[in-house]
């Protein structure tokens, strides 16, 4: 059963509008795309094959903070691979336009795995309860009852993150050290204009999504996760 949801789960995703209207906002150097480049690039996308990024079938879009500066905030678009029942990967652009920018990867597990992590281990992972209840992480262009479907499914999911390129602090190329980010987890973390900005140009209302989602079984937050400042003492 739980495969056929899976399965099901696929299709809808796929059939999903991704949406192309958020821009990367640096500009890496270099020089335009030679046509020699582009002529390899193309030869290179009609003879190759790519399992591992066709197997890409969810777009999430949310938000993270830096652990250990919670001002340090920005959008994230996920674009996610369902592994298996317990465990998704994500590479994580800083927008959704041909240009965007790869910030990072996000692992995700579900509670069972979690549970099961070393102590020491947790700490690097935060909890997607609030911002699935929030509202604040959505599945652009899928229908309500597919998004409802996958939220009911992510909520109680746990998340570790790094970020290789920080755009939002306008650095043109990923220089300096991976940054390892946090989900908010209650209200008045999130800058609200980063919030009406996404509404805005997903034609989302935040709010009516947290009322829709106040069904969802949510449970309470596992020990050890949300673990941000411990992590950034130790550091």
Same mark, same amino acid.
């Given at each position: ?46 003879? @190759?094959? !790519?399992?591992?990024?066709?197997? $890409?079938?969810? %777009?999430?879009?949310?938000?993270? %903070? %830096? ?7 920005? =959008?994230?678009? /996920?674009?996610?691979? $369902? ?28 509670? !069972?795995?979690?549970? @099961? ?6 700490? %690097? ?40 390129? /920080?755009?939002? !602090? ?6 300096? =050290? ?28 935040? @709010?009516?999504?947290?009322?829709? !989602? ?22």
């Amino acid at each position: 059963m739980r495969n056929l949801i899976l399965s099901g789960f696929t299709v809808l995703l796929l059939s999903g509008c991704g949406a192309n209207n958020s821009a990367s906002p640096v500009n890496a150097p270099g020089a335009p795309v030679a046509g020699k480049t582009a002529l390899l690039e193309s030869g290179a996308a009609a003879l @190759q094959s !790519r399992p591992p990024i066709d197997a $890409i079938n969810t %777009y999430l879009d949310g938000f993270h %903070y %830096y652990c250990g500066d919670k001002q340090g905030q920005m =959008e994230a678009h /996920h674009y996610v691979t $369902i592994l298996n029942d317990d465990v998704m990967q994500a590479v994580i652009f800083d927008g959704n336009k041909k240009d965007a920018k790869l910030m990072g990867v996000e692992y995700i597990i579900s509670e !069972r795995l979690f549970k @099961q992590l070393p102590a020491g281990e947790k700490k %690097y992972w935060h909890s997607h309860r609030y911002e699935v209840k929030s509202g604040s992480l959505i599945a652009p262009g899928i229908p309500d009852a597919a998004e409802h479907a996958l939220m009911g499914k992510i909520v109680n999911t746990y998340g570790k993150t790094w970020h290789t390129w /920080h755009t939002d !602090r306008d650095k043109t190329l990923p220089l300096g =050290e991976p940054a390892l980010m946090m989900g908010f987890t209650a209200d008045g973390q999130m800058n609200p204009a980063l919030l009406h900005d996404r509404d805005r140009r997903f034609g989302v209302d935040t @709010q009516k999504i947290r009322a829709a !989602r106040a069904d969802l079984d949510a449970h309470p937050v596992a020990a050890g996760a949300d673990n941000c400042q411990r992590v950034h003492q130790a550091h």
